[in-house]
């Protein structure tokens, strides 16, 4: 049988919309210690009621283990994890998993793939 137990992961979330919201809702019922950014920082804010910490940017996910992503598509998909305030750009900082969830193109999740291996970040 998998091990469940979140004890000790801290998980990121971009994308609270109507699917990410819920999944990110499920997390922390489930006893997850989880942070999240939204694009619209309204949307993502009701989480903070279940105990999630909302944060100002991608970049404040970096140190997260798992960090999820569910957003509108590949341009937003790659300013959120390579763009200046990305979850992949911070240097040392990186999470050890990435797990997309977006709706994207073979291309844009090649590009972030590769770039997410070169800072040593795993991606699902």
Known sequence: MANNDLTGKTIGWIGTGR????MAERLLKAGADLSAWNRT???AEP???LGATIVDNPADLAGCDIVFTM???P????QVTKGENGVLAQ????PG???DCTSISEEAS???????????TAMI
């Open 41 to 43: 920082k309204s949307k």
């Open 19 to 22: 699917m990410g919201y819920a």
């Open 91 to 94: 240097g040392d900082k990186v």
């Open 47 to 49: 989480l903070a009621e």
């Open 110 to 120: 090649r590009e972030v793939r590769e770039f997410a291996t070169s800072v040593g």
């Open 71 to 73: 957003v509108g598509g």
């Open 75 to 78: 341009a937003d998909f790659i």
């Open 97 to 99: 998993l990435l797990i």
